[in-house]
């Protein structure tokens, strides 16, 4: 009788053991947030409960139109910093030009069908410098984004990760571009 419930009680140090190993490793490589807000509207929406896969950097570069989380100054209500999502726009090396509503990287037009509204506001000029990114908010009018100095161009080593995955609401579970 005593070693069936040494076997048991075995049994599960095993499962709890393996079920802490499997969600230290999970942790590690994504992480769950939450839209805050009307700034990635149409693509993303307030409430949406997304994935961010926190790797992905780690093995390949950013690139112009990815999703990303990011860390910021800002501060929420309760005093702790404020995590943003937005697009990225241009990295570094890139020559941005924001002038008479449009976005140009690299004297190019950049086609943007993922923004609300027909237009960008701003009037920028600026070569991105090295190890930053600068960003926008797919709803422009309604981006705290890079353009505005509370945000400002984004460090690099800032970035948490891409955004990957919605998982809800249910009706809009998917891959996130």
């Given amino acids: 009788m005593v070693k069936k419930i040494k076997n048991v009680v075995f049994e599960w140090v095993k499962i709890i053991l393996t079920a802490l190993v499997i969600a230290f490793i999970i942790t590690q490589f994504?992480?769950?947030?939450?839209?805050?807000?009307?700034?990635?509207?149409?693509?993303?929406?307030?409430?949406?409960?997304?994935i961010v896969n926190k790797i992905c950097y780690k093995i390949k570069d950013l690139k112009k139109g990815d999703i990303i989380v990011f860390k910021t100054n800002l501060l929420q209500e309760d005093g702790t910093n404020k995590d943003l999502v937005k697009r990225v726009i241009a990295t570094e090396g890139d020559h941005l030009i924001i002038k008479d509503y449009k976005v140009y990287v690299n004297d190019?037009?950049?086609?943007?069908?993922y923004i609300h509204g027909q237009y960008t506001s701003g009037d920028i000029d600026i070569i991105i410098p090295e190890s930053k990114i600068f960003v926008m908010g797919d709803n422009r009018e309604k981006s705290l984004d890079s353009r505005y100095a509370?945000?400002?161009?984004?460090?690099?080593?800032?970035?948490?990760?891409k955004v990957t995955l919605r998982l809800y609401p249910l009706e809009r579970i998917g891959m996130v571009d």
């Fill in 150 to 161: 509370e945000v400002g161009l984004v460090e690099e080593n800032d970035v948490m990760g």
């Fill in 108 to 113: 190019k037009l950049i086609d943007e069908p």
């Fill in 30 to 50: 994504i992480r769950p947030t939450l839209v805050r807000g009307e700034s990635m509207y149409p693509t993303l929406e307030e409430n949406d409960y997304l």
